[in-house]
């Protein structure tokens, strides 16, 4: 008996060993699938910020492409424009002349149809003689000067033509270069919000969203560390001694102010944002050099300036931006066109201000 019950304890045992075996099998696999699709679903949102990183980038640069278009359809309407200018008082001189030239003509019938020659034969009178001769010189003498000037004035009256065909085919061209450049850019802007739509639907959660701000400020610290090693900028110590004098980046709005809390998240505010329309001047409020000039997650088209004794100045969120790399600025300088690159709706700028990595109050610096 006592043989009996053990045999089937010893079956419950195994039984039971068998289904947590089972159950701890089925447990791992739910855990590899997740982390699976933990791992694809991060793969997915770094290629959404790749795409968007290349799309905003893009548009800025079309934006810039833009700008300068207009600029040589102003400069050459301006050409055309004075071409016509020139052309139509040319073309009046011409005239002027044609006139002139026509009253030698009738002078010169009037005076008589006798040949220079048979007047200087003529000895009947002569006090006749040499006046006619004076008029004679005097009328080819004129005559001579004013087919030379219509012949100049015809000559550039036929290059001021070619040259105003010549601009207004120019012209035709640029604007056809730009109606492609504006295809483009509106090409860009659609790819842009499509792919702000996927970011988002991939940020569904509270958490998710914390974890992505919080991945963004930390590379955003790793990139100031690297910066920091940069040789520093000489500027004797300027930006410390102007703490509450100096300017502020952009004319707008301060929606967001330095330490207040970041909507969905327990993070902080480490600077400020200004609201203000697209392509809004963002200027330098310090001497400096331009340490980093390009698209980061989170910050958009970020802007850093090296302005000496471990201060730093960070312009975010830009359109576009004007400024490369190593490029000295001073203060008032536009270095940026505001915007709301990073994936973000709004047009603002995210500004702050470092020393030696520390985030500092801007509205304590700013007047």
Not at 291 to 300: E, I, Q, S
Request: hydrophobic fraction near 35%.
């Amino acid at each position: 008996m006592k043989k009996f019950i053990f045999l089937i304890l010893s079956s419950l045992a195994l039984s039971s060993w068998a289904d947590s075996t089972n159950k701890l099998s089925a447990l791992n696999h739910q855990i590899s699938q997740l982390q699976t699709v933990i791992s694809n679903e991060k793969t997915a949102r770094q290629e959404y910020q790749r795409q968007l990183a290349h799309v905003e980038t893009k548009s800025a640069t079309l934006s810039q492409e833009l700008s300068q278009t207009q600029l040589a359809i102003q400069a050459k309407s301006k050409h055309l424009a004075s071409l016509s200018q020139q052309i139509s008082a040319d073309d009046l001189q011409y005239r002027e002349q044609q006139e002139q030239l026509n009253a030698l003509i009738r002078q010169a019938y009037q005076i008589g149809t006798q040949p220079l020659l048979k007047i200087l034969l003529d000895q009947s009178s002569l006090e006749h003689s040499q006046r006619m001769l004076v008029y004679y010189r005097y009328l080819s003498s004129a005559q001579a000067q004013l087919i030379a000037s219509i012949e100049n004035v015809l000559k550039k009256l036929q290059t001021e033509q070619q040259s105003l065909q010549s601009t207004a085919d120019q012209l035709q061209n640029i604007k056809a270069q730009q109606a492609t450049q504006e295809r483009q850019f509106e090409a860009a802007k659609e790819n842009r919000l499509k792919v702000i739509a996927q970011l988002d639907q991939r940020l569904q959660t509270r958490q998710e969203k914390l974890n992505d701000l919080i991945a963004n400020r930390q590379f955003l610290e790793h990139t100031l560390q690297q910066l920091s090693t940069s040789p520093s900028y000489n500027n004797n110590g300027e930006f410390g001694t102007n703490k509450g004098k100096l300017s502020w980046p952009a004319a707008g709005k301060i929606i967001n102010l330095y330490d207040s809390p970041i909507e969905q998240s327990e993070l902080k505010w480490e600077g400020v944002l200004i609201e203000a329309p697209q392509d809004t001047a963002v200027h330098a409020i310090a001497n400096g050099k331009v340490l980093f000039a390009k698209w980061m997650p989170g910050y958009g088209l970020l802007m850093i300036i090296n302005n000496g004794n471990g201060y730093m100045t960070l312009y975010g969120r830009n359109h576009v931006l004007y400024k490369q790399v190593g490029d000295s600025v001073k203060a008032g300088d536009i270095i940026a066109g505001m915007g709301n690159t990073g994936g973000y709706d709004k047009s603002a700028l995210y500004f702050a201000i470092r020393h030696d990595a520390k985030s500092l109050n801007p509205t304590k610096w700013c007047r």
